[in-house]
């Protein structure tokens, strides 16, 4: 078998993706473990008033646990997309800088 540099270049890649990506979701986790109930606090009282008023009374219990989940979520995909992309950025910014 014959040593491909191609080959070895694309298994370092794909182990710093790998890594780029669970270092994201475990800071994403982190954020969304902090910002959520702040989140859920300063908002949820105006979504279960804004649904009661479009959709009548008797949906605050699933509101307020559905729009802990959805606020939950966006918190986590939204810290984790950022992430993401700022760790690319800042390995491609000190590998530029070091090759």
Do not use: C
Not at 59 to 78: K, P, R, Y
């Amino acid at each position: 078998m014959k040593f491909n540099p191609h080959d070895h270049h694309q298994k370092r890649q794909q182990v710093f993706m790998s890594s780029v990506e669970w270092l994201a979701n475990l800071f994403a986790l982190l954020v969304a473990f902090f910002l959520t109930p702040e989140i859920y606090v300063r908002t949820v009282d105006w979504i279960v008033g804004f649904t009661a008023s479009r959709y009548g009374t008797g949906f605050e219990d699933l509101t307020s646990f559905a729009w802990f989940a959805v606020s939950g979520l966006l918190v986590f995909f939204t810290a984790r997309a950022t992430l993401a992309t700022a760790i690319v950025a800042g390995g491609l910014a000190l590998a530029t800088r070091f090759v």
